[in-house]
Structure formats: structure tokens, C-alpha cells
């Protein structure tokens, strides 16, 4: 009777072992497969975000041996039509000159090329891109702070340096601080922030109305847009008057 007990327990021990090995042969690779399906996927889905954000390149110059077509176009470093040329003509050209054959238009049919001195030629276009940055300002904002019971001194010195600052395209925050038991009276600065806006009307918009922020009460103006062709125009030196000549001096001399 104990022997059968053993065999049965056998039996069911080596059945369950190849349940098992059954099991992990069958629905193993089936979890394999499914997660380098998804890990492909992750990998295309990935591949195709960067080559959507990738940025393109900006088309460069082509000169001289880079020219790869068969007929130019070709203006002399003077500024006259050479004509159209084979590009080996061309570059020919310009090697006996000792200059670079540039191709400026490669839309054109045939390409047009200018005979220059390349190297020259980006060092002055450098030059005017930095000169042209140089010119052009970066607007920025500039405050000027204010009490309710400010002097009338105090008032122009301040309206007189935002007025300076628009002059100069720059932006101007107006703030008055309430102090103390100031901050009842808030009509006060209503009324002085308007009147600066009204002397400034000349020169400023009004970009953000009077608000109140805290204990301040704040406003931005921004200049005015130029007029094309105007120009500010900065106050020079007054000019010293000229010293009397020698013959009104002998005049004056002799009246008395």
C-alpha cells in the first residue's frame, strides 16, 4: 500500500514538472515577442519626434571646385558680364586673377558666379552684421518712483529723467509707494500718476493703465513710434558768443 502511495506521488510530480516546462515553452516566447514588438515600437515612435525637431540646415556657398555645373554665368570682379562660361573656364578665370569664383545666385539658369576675393568678402559681411547689431537697441524698462506728497522739485528732476528714457525708445515704470497711513489716500496718487501721464503725452502711450500692486500703484508707458526718417535729435553745446573785432574795440577806444 505504501509503495502505490509513492508511485501515485511520483506520477503527479512528474506530471506537474512538465506542465510547467510545458507552459514556459509556450507562452514564454510569446511574452518575448510581445516586448520587442513594444521596445521597436518605443524605438520608431523616438526615431520619428527627433527627426521631426531636427532643425535645417542653412544652405552654404558654394565656391570655386564645388560648383558642379556645367555652364555659368560669370561677372568679373569689376562688375562687368563675362558671359556664360564653362565652369572650368570660369574657374580658370578666376585662378589667373588670383581671386575665387563665388556662385552668388544658384537659382538662376544658368547659375550666376561673381570673380571676388571670398575670403575678403565674408570678412566685410561680418563686419556689417556686427556693425548693424551695434545699431539696433534692445528696448528695456526703466523705472522712476514717486511719493503722493512729493516736491514740485523732486516732480520735474524725476518727469525730466522719463522723459530722457523715451527719448531714448525706452520703456518707463511710473510707480508711487504709500507709506504709513498714505495708503487711505490713495486719490492722491490717482491724481499724480495722471498728471504725469498727461505731461508725458507728448512723447509716451500708455501701455498698462495705473493699477494698484500692494502698497504701490504702478503704470508703464512706451514711446511713441518714430515717423520714418526722423531722427532724435540730442542738444549740442550752446555756442559761446563771438569776442568783439579789433575795430569795434579801437571804436569803443576812441568814443571814450
Known amino acids: ?34 516586448c520587442a514588438t513594444r521596445v521597436r515600437g518605443t524605438a520608431r515612435t523616438l526615431q520619428t519626434e527627433v527627426t521631426a525637431i531636427s532643425v535645417p540646415k542653412q544652405p552654404e556657398v558654394r565656391v570655386n571646385e564645388r560648383i558642379r555645373v556645367p555652364q555659368v554665368r560669370v561677372i568679373s570682379d569689376d562688375g562687368q558680364q563675362v558671359g556664360v562660361l564653362p565652369v572650368r573656364e570660369a574657374l580658370t578665370l578666376a585662378q589667373s586673377r588670383g581671386l575665387d569664383l563665388v556662385e552668388v545666385s544658384p537659382t538662376a539658369r544658368p547659375p550666376v558666379c561673381r570673380i571676388m576675393d ?38 520735474g528732476f524725476k518727469l525730466e529723467h522719463a522723459r530722457n528714457f523715451l527719448g ?18 490713495q486719490d492722491l496718487g490717482y491724481k499724480l500718476i495722471q498728471k504725469v501721464i498727461a505731461q508725458l503725452a507728448d512723447v509716451a502711450l500708455v501701455e498698462s493703465p495705473p493699477r494698484t500692486e500692494g502698497r504701490a500703484l504702478t503704470a508703464v508707458l512706451m514711446p511713441k513710434p518714430q515717423k520714418p526718417g526722423t531722427k532724435t535729435d540730442t542738444p549740442g553745446p550752446a ?14 577806444a576812441a568814443k571814450e
Open 118 to 155: 571670398y575670403g575678403k568678402f565674408k570678412y566685410e559681411q561680418n563686419r556689417r552684421a556686427r556693425k548693424a547689431k551695434k545699431k539696433q537697441h534692445q528696448m528695456q524698462l526703466k523705472e522712476i518712483k514717486m511719493r503722493p506728497k512729493i516736491e514740485e522739485h523732486d516732480y
Open 168 to 185: 531714448s525708445r525706452d520703456k518707463v515704470k511710473v510707480t508711487i509707494t504709500f507709506r504709513g497711513r498714505e495708503i487711505a489716500h
Open 239 to 252: 555756442a559761446k558768443p563771438a569776442p568783439p573785432s579789433t575795430g569795434t574795440q579801437m571804436g569803443a
Open 1 to 34: 500500500m505504501t509503495a502505490l502511495i509513492g508511485d501515485i506521488n511520483n506520477r503527479r510530480a512528474a506530471a506537474g514538472n512538465a506542465g510547467r516546462a510545458l507552459l514556459l515553452g509556450e507562452i514564454l516566447p510569446g511574452v518575448l515577442a510581445c
